[in-house]
C-alpha cells in the first residue's frame, strides 16, 4: 500500500527566513507526485506535479524537487502570505484502479513578519 | 472557466441520519474524485467516478456511496451517519487520469 509521510508536521518562520519540508513516499510505482497549498477551511490549490527523479519545479518563492524516495518543497524568504498547510500527494500506478491521491498529513507553515 | 463547485458549504446533521453532497465538476473534465478530510489530517479517498461509473474505491464502508450523471457532476451520499464522519468532505475533478483539482469542501458535522 502506498505511504506518504510528511515533516516536520508544523514550521514557524520569520518572514525572510527559507526552509524545506519533506515529503518521504513508498509506492508500487510512482505515476506522479504532487503539492498541494491548503488555506485553513479551503480546499487544496495546486501547486506543482512531479513524474520522475531529478525533475524540479518552481512558482514565485516555491521549488518542489524529486528523489526516488523523497520530495522536498523549498520556501525562499517566505512571506506572510505563504502560512498555509502543504500537502504532498502520490498518484495510484498506471495498474491499478482510478486516479486516486494518497496524501501524507501535511506540514503547517506559519510565517511571522 | 468555471472550477469545482460543491454545496452545501457546511452541513449539520444527527447520528443515523442521511446526507446528499454535490459537485460540479471544472469545466472540460469527465472525472470525479470524492476524499474525506479530518480535521488535522491529509485526505482520504473515498472513490472516484469516470462517465457514470465507479473506478475506484477507498477502505469506506458500502454506507458510502456515489453518483455521476451524465454532465460529470457528482454526489456523495451517506446513510447511517455516525459521529466519525464529521469531517471536510472534498471533490476534485480532472480529465480522466491528469491533475485532480479540488473544490472548496463541505463542512459536515455530526451530533
Known amino acids: 500500500e502506498d505511504q506518504v509521510t510528511q515533516s516536520p508536521e508544523a514550521l514557524r518562520l520569520q518572514e525572510g527566513e527559507s526552509s524545506s519540508l519533506n515529503c518521504s513516499y513508498t509506492v508500487s510505482g510512482l505515476r506522479g507526485l504532487f503539492w498541494y497549498r491548503q488555506d485553513p477551511g479551503k480546499g487544496p490549490e495546486f501547486l506543482f506535479t512531479l513524474y520522475s527523479a531529478g525533475e524540479e519545479k518552481e512558482k514565485e518563492r516555491l521549488k518542489a524537487t524529486l528523489t526516488k524516495k523523497e520530495s522536498f518543497l523549498h520556501i525562499t524568504a517566505p512571506k506572510p502570505e505563504d502560512s498555509a498547510t502543504y500537502l504532498c500527494?502520490?498518484?495510484?500506478?498506471?495498474?491499478?484502479?482510478?486516479?486516486?491521491?494518497?496524501f501524507g498529513g501535511g506540514t503547517r507553515v506559519l510565517v511571522k513578519p | 472557466e468555471t472550477g469545482v463547485t460543491q454545496s452545501p458549504t457546511h452541513l449539520i446533521k444527527t447520528r443515523g441520519q442521511q446526507v446528499t453532497l454535490r459537485c460540479s465538476s471544472q469545466s472540460g473534465h469527465n472525472t470525479v474524485s470524492w476524499y474525506q478530510q479530518a480535521l488535522g489530517q491529509g485526505p482520504q479517498f473515498i472513490f472516484q467516478?469516470?462517465?457514470?461509473?465507479?473506478?475506484g474505491r477507498g477502505n469506506f464502508p458500502p454506507r458510502f456511496s456515489g453518483l455521476q450523471f451524465p454532465n460529470y457532476s457528482s454526489e456523495l451520499n451517506v446513510n447511517a451517519l455516525e459521529l466519525d464522519d464529521s469531517a471536510l468532505y472534498l471533490c476534485a475533478s480532472s480529465r480522466s487520469q491528469e491533475t485532480q483539482y479540488f473544490g472548496p469542501g463541505t463542512r459536515l458535522l455530526v451530533l
Open positions: 467516478y469516470y462517465r457514470e461509473e465507479e473506478n
Open positions: 500527494a502520490v498518484q495510484a500506478p498506471f495498474w491499478a484502479a482510478g486516479n486516486k491521491l494518497t
